[in-house]
């Protein structure tokens, strides 16, 4: 699961470097719709990761709940995983929160509404906040595959002890 979010969080560079042309819009005359565009499919595609990390964490805890239903052993896992949802969630939040502001705010310099450092510290803020959130999901989301390979050998241990001889086809 962790694999999967780091594969799909690669494609995060480009948005690292829409926040790079940003600054160099006047500096090197780089078109501002070049930033624009960049700017928001990539911030689009941040809030994506984050819901996706909060719906894989979501999805494996109900998975275990259902599957160790009424095994002693499963409290300690089930509580884990909502341990790791319930610290994972607000900082999603937060995270996408940031980005969509920091575009906002982006647009609010573009019409003439707020001065450019305005925008500049927004975006260097949501890019921050933005690479932090997600070293803590994958490291959540890390741990949360680690619980449920647990829980897993667990459930195929207590299967194999209940029945150990299986019906011949």
């Known amino acids: 699961m ?4 780091a594969l799909l969080a690669l494609p995060l560079a480009p948005y690292f470097a829409a926040v790079f042309l940003g600054m160099l819009v006047h500096a090197w005359r780089v078109p501002v719709r070049t930033h624009v565009l960049l700017s928001f499919l990539l911030v689009i595609y941040l809030l994506g990761i984050h819901v996706m990390a909060i719906f894989m964490l979501v999805g494996s805890g109900a998975a275990l709940r259902d599957a160790a239903a009424g095994k002693d052993w499963a409290g300690p896992y089930v509580d884990a995983t909502r341990a790791l949802k319930r610290r994972i969630l607000p900082l999603a939040a937060l995270a996408m929160i940031c980005g969509v502001a920091a575009a906002w705010i982006g647009g609010a310099v573009h019409t003439g509404g707020l001065p450019v450092w305005a925008h500049r510290s927004a975006a260097i803020l949501a890019t921050g906040v ?24 667990r459930l195929d241990a207590t299967a194999c002890s209940a029945d150990p001889h299986p019906p011949s086809p």
Request: glycine letters at 8%; aromatic letters at 14%; zero cysteines.
């Open 2 to 5: 962790h694999r999967y979010f």
């Open 130 to 153: 933005n690479l932090g959130v997600l070293w803590v999901e994958y490291r959540a989301l890390r741990e949360n595959s680690r619980l449920l390979a647990e829980a897993s050998g």
